[in-house]
């Protein structure tokens, strides 16, 4: 294929995007996974780059916080629409660079281009309160003020809905933003900051770097006083560093970790509903989705059967190029993913578990593991307690819901969670019952602009999307007032 307009991988390798410019560099390949062949080299930002960022964003804060909330968000509104307008070509960039197929890169394009729409709606309704103290002394008056300028880190498995997931808000609540998109798949974020120019976003107000030394160009821009927030996507053993990072300046922290999603089948849930969300909830983007349901709990009277059609499903799926029509499971961002999937998929079955369709990787060019169904897992293996990131489902059997419950939050993550049952109270009991930020409940897909996305335990710290996501870019302001 070639890609042509937006799609063109050239078109967007030109240089890091500073205070509306784009200074040219190189030094960080872009490899296409579904070959292994290079699509474009980016620039590799040094720390001056990024305190040049920095200076830009809090150059543009000033005027930016000013700009009356209906400009922010008509502009916010056209960057949707420009959005809209070049899904198409959005798509094959994300298809290329990232590999998911194209059905998946369509549904992220209209996914994250629906976060400007919503807030560009929220950038004119953020709340305030007016109230009198309980001893009638004074009145308590708090306006929601923009936060500062804002770092926003995101992972390669979303590139262009992690980015307008942080972006959105941040621009609506009146912040300026230097975003890092992830080296595997900057690509989108630059075809995305040029569309943001395009629909009038001031010089400044987005800066969009690409570095190969993410530690130290965060580091620096942590210890800078005038950065006052960092809304951080990806995983937990980066979150926490970056937390320790920026407790040096107590800079405000948002974080979306990793997940390690259950997926609970009770015996009286339809089957057929359940084999649909199941994968759903498992081969979005292949996989490779923070949400992606990671171990499959099913009670012993459905078991068997839940086996059975998941193996069919899995097994029928057409594997290939994420730009090829009709391909269904793309390859692995990575050789190392493979390799890690490849890990936990040999540990599985050494302690007894069975592969009723794949197994092992595909030998072919490019990144690739097949669409795998584990039986008889045991527990205790590596593959219940890690994140998989790939297309695999491991499927352990329960009886009572007091024991799908407790297999459920054996496990420092607690970011998403499925419960299939007809009996909508028995599925309310078992999803209050799981230590989890979000519940899909005969659903395997929860992501959606208007709700609050997010975790608890280590999964991550705020939400993102809903009404909840802007006033994580917001400080509470408190004037006492006598009257
Ligand atoms: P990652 O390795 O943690 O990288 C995420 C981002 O952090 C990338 O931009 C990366 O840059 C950057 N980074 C790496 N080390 C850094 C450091 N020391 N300081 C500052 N930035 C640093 O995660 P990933 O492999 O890209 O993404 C997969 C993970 O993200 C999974 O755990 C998944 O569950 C999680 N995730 C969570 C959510 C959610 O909403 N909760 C959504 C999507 C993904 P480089 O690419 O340049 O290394």
């Given at each position: 294929?070639?890609p042509t307009?937006?799609?063109?991988?050239?078109?967007h390798a030109h240089?890091?995007?500073?205070?509306?410019q784009?200074?040219?560099?190189?030094?960080?390949?872009v490899?296409?996974p579904?070959t292994g062949?290079?699509?474009?080299e980016?620039?590799d930002?040094?720390?001056?780059?990024?305190?040049?960022?920095?200076?830009?964003?809090?150059?543009?804060?000033?005027n930016?916080?000013k700009?009356?909330?209906r400009?922010r968000?008509e502009?916010?509104?056209?960057?949707?629409?420009l959005?809209?307008?070049?899904?198409?070509?959005?798509?094959?960039l994300?298809?290329?660079?990232?590999?998911?197929?194209?059905?998946?890169?369509?549904g992220?394009v209209?996914?994250?281009?629906e976060?400007?729409?919503w807030?560009a709606?929220?950038?004119?309704?953020i709340?305030?309160?007016f109230?009198?103290?309980?001893?009638?002394?004074h009145?308590?008056?708090v306006?929601?003020?923009?936060?500062g300028?804002?770092?926003?880190?995101?992972?390669?498995?979303?590139?262009?809905?992690?980015?307008t997931?942080?972006?959105?808000?941040a621009?609506?609540a009146?912040?300026?933003?230097?975003?890092?998109?992830?080296s595997?798949?900057?690509?989108?974020?630059?075809?995305?900051?040029?569309?943001?120019a395009?629909?009038?976003?001031p010089?400044?107000?987005?800066n969009v770097?690409?570095?190969?030394?993410?530690?130290?160009?965060?580091?620096?821009?942590l210890?800078?006083p005038?950065?006052?927030?960092?809304?951080?996507?990806?995983?937990t053993?980066?979150g926490?560093?970056?937390?320790?990072?920026?407790?040096k300046?107590?800079?405000?922290?948002?974080?979306?970790?990793?997940?390690?999603?259950?997926f609970?089948?009770?015996?009286?849930?339809d089957?057929?509903?359940?084999?649909?969300?199941?994968?759903v909830?498992?081969?979005?983007?292949?996989g490779?989705?923070?949400?992606?349901?990671?171990?499959?709990y099913?009670?012993?009277?459905?078991?068997?059967?839940?086996?059975?059609?998941?193996?069919?499903?899995?097994?029928a799926?057409?594997?290939?190029?994420?730009?090829e029509a009709?391909?269904?499971?793309?390859?692995?961002?990575t050789?190392?993913?493979?390799?890690k999937?490849?890990?936990?998929?040999?540990?599985a079955?050494?302690?007894?578990?069975r592969a009723?369709t794949?197994?092992?990787?595909?030998?072919?060019?490019?990144?690739?593991?097949?669409?795998?169904?584990l039986?008889?897992?045991?527990?205790?293996?590596?593959?219940?307690?890690?994140?998989?990131?790939?297309?695999?489902?491991?499927?352990?059997r329960?009886?009572?819901?007091?024991e799908?419950?407790r297999?459920?939050?054996?496990?420092?993550?607690?970011?998403?969670?499925?419960?299939?049952?007809?009996d909508?109270?028995?599925?309310?009991?078992?999803?209050?019952?799981?230590e989890?930020?979000?519940?899909g409940?005969?659903?395997?897909?929860?992501s959606?602009p208007?709700?609050?996305?997010?975790?608890?335990?280590?999964?991550?710290l705020?939400?993102?999307?809903?009404?909840?996501?802007i006033?994580?870019?917001?400080?509470?302001?408190?004037?006492?007032v006598?009257?």
């Amino acid at each position: 294929m070639i890609p042509t307009g937006y799609a063109d991988p050239a078109l967007h390798a030109h240089g890091l995007f500073i205070n509306g410019q784009w200074i040219g560099g190189s030094g960080i390949p872009v490899i296409n996974p579904s070959t292994g062949s290079v699509l474009a080299e980016v620039p590799d930002a040094s720390v001056a780059d990024a305190m040049a960022a920095v200076e830009a964003a809090h150059a543009a804060a000033a005027n930016w916080r000013k700009t009356p909330a209906r400009q922010r968000a008509e502009i916010l509104r056209r960057w949707f629409v420009l959005m809209t307008d070049h899904a198409e070509e959005l798509a094959t960039l994300i298809a290329l660079e990232n590999g998911k197929a194209l059905p998946d890169a369509r549904g992220e394009v209209s996914y994250a281009a629906e976060f400007f729409r919503w807030y560009a709606e929220e950038a004119v309704r953020i709340p305030g309160e007016f109230r009198p103290t309980p001893s009638g002394s004074h009145k308590i008056l708090v306006d929601h003020e923009p936060i500062g300028v804002s770092v926003l880190i995101t992972p390669w498995n979303f590139p262009a809905a992690m980015a307008t997931r942080k972006i959105g808000p941040a621009l609506a609540a009146g912040c300026t933003v230097i975003l890092k998109p992830a080296s595997e798949t900057p690509l989108t974020a630059y075809a995305m900051a040029r569309l943001g120019a395009e629909a009038g976003v001031p010089a400044g107000v987005v800066n969009v770097l690409t570095t190969r030394q993410p530690g130290q160009v965060t580091n620096a821009m942590l210890a800078d006083p005038r950065v006052r927030k960092l809304s951080f996507t990806g995983s937990t053993g980066v979150g926490r560093g970056l937390l320790a990072e920026a407790a040096k300046t107590v800079v405000s922290c948002s974080m979306e970790l990793g997940g390690n999603a259950p997926f609970v089948v009770m015996d009286d849930a339809d089957l057929n509903a359940a084999l649909d969300g199941a994968m759903v909830a498992k081969m979005r983007n292949a996989g490779e989705a923070c949400t992606a349901a990671n171990r499959f709990y099913v009670q012993a009277g459905i078991h068997d059967a839940f086996v059975k059609g998941l193996t069919e499903r899995m097994a029928a799926l057409k594997i290939g190029s994420g730009y090829e029509a009709g391909v269904q499971c793309g390859p692995m961002i990575t050789a190392k993913a493979v390799s890690k999937i490849d890990a936990l998929v040999t540990d599985a079955i050494k302690r007894g578990a069975r592969a009723t369709t794949g197994g092992a990787p595909l030998e072919r060019e490019g990144f690739f593991y097949p669409p795998t169904v584990l039986e008889h897992v045991d527990p205790a293996a590596d593959i219940a307690h890690d994140e998989i990131f790939g297309p695999v489902a491991p499927i352990y059997r329960f009886e009572t819901e007091e024991e799908a419950i407790r297999m459920a939050n054996d496990t420092e993550y607690g970011l998403a969670a499925y419960v299939y049952s007809r009996d909508l109270s028995r599925a309310m009991r078992v999803a209050g019952g799981i230590e989890t930020g979000m519940v899909g409940i005969n659903r395997g897909l929860m992501s959606d602009p208007a709700a609050p996305f997010g975790g608890v335990k280590q999964s991550g710290l705020g939400r993102e999307g809903g009404v909840h996501g802007i006033l994580e870019f917001t400080e509470p302001k408190y004037y006492a007032v006598e009257l």
